[in-house]
């Protein structure tokens, strides 16, 4: 199994360029086709006549498509000189159901972490939780924040036994086989059917993929899971964070907060999320 197309999801945020920069290397390391889709925000408009909005809204267009033919042009340009096949598409921010529907063709998809102090962005706030939980792909989240290398040595895999966490591993197997070290960290904070795979089956799974495997467990309640992820993670200088998406019902994930949003709102380095 290896990653033969990916996808990155562009707007006109600051952190773009150094987005794109970081899907090339990735993409140029796994000898893969990088599919940029460009979505530049829409407004919506709730009130009639349209007639009233009507000036306004061609002047936005004229503005949209202007910014997307730069970002065409500089994509396929940066992709060129990497040497990375490529391909680009625009969307509009309204139009998240046909970019899940072009980013479902491709093995991963690369996002960039929400930047609240950037108002240039076009993606929205809930872009990134919508994305993942609709897309059946893995996304492969970027920090606005922090230095951020391509190759993966030391990987960190968040795992509770259950659905998401064994999907988010599958996934991630292309980079878990050429990692030099590989930190499973056990969460053990479900005792439910659908989290009761043992530790040591992961341990025995992985190592027949030839994945260089220790199992760490949370001894201390008195963490939350998603500091203690981070903060091994920072420990061991990972290079990447592997876990599930939405372990639990979504609904209590916005209303406590929840491992997933705290991670996407605190993550300083790259973290593939499936659900």
């Known amino acids: 199994m290896s990653y033969k197309s990916m996808t990155v999801c562009l707007d006109n945020s ?18 893969a086709h990088l599919t940029g889709l460009h979505l530049t925000y829409a407004p919506i408009i709730l009130s009639d006549p349209y ?15 202007t910014k997307q033919e730069h970002a065409r042009e500089k994509f396929i340009s940066e992709a060129t000189k990497a040497g990375v096949s490529a391909d680009f598409s625009a969307y509009r921010s309204t139009d998240l159901r046909a970019v899940i529907a072009h980013a479902r063709a491709s093995d991963l998809t690369i996002v960039g972490q929400r930047n609240q ?19 059946g792909r893995p996304v492969l989240f970027f920090p ?5 290398a391509t190759k993966f040595n030391s990987i960190i895999v968040a795992w509770d036994g259950g659905r998401e966490a064994t999907r988010a ?18 969460i053990s904070e479900h005792s439910d059917e659908d989290h009761d795979l043992p530790d040591i089956d992961i341990a025995a799974y992985l190592a027949k993929h030839n994945v260089k495997v220790e199992i ?16 091994r993670a920072a420990d061991v200088a990972a290079d990447l964070l592997v876990m599930g998406a939405y372990g639990h019902n979504r609904l209590t994930e916005l209303i406590l907060g929840g491992v997933t949003r705290t991670v996407m709102r605190q ?3 790259p973290v593939l999320m499936s659900h």
Do not use: C
């Open 117 to 135: 102090g950037d108002d240039q962005g076009d993606l929205g706030n809930n872009f990134p939780m919508s994305f993942v939980l609709k897309l």
């Open 169 to 186: 591993m599958a996934d991630a197997m292309p980079f878990l086989k050429l990692a030099q070290q590989v930190k499973v960290l056990s």
């Open 51 to 65: 007639a009233v909005w009507e000036p306004m809204m061609l002047e936005w267009e004229e503005s949209a498509q």
């Open 216 to 231: 760490e467990r949370n001894e201390n309640i008195q963490i939350a899971p998603a500091d203690w992820l981070l903060s």
């Open 14 to 31: 600051a952190g773009s360029a150094r987005l794109l920069d970081f899907a090339l290397g990735l993409a140029a390391q796994n000898n």
């Open 267 to 269: 993550m300083t380095l």
């Open 144 to 148: 606005y924040i922090g230095n951020v």
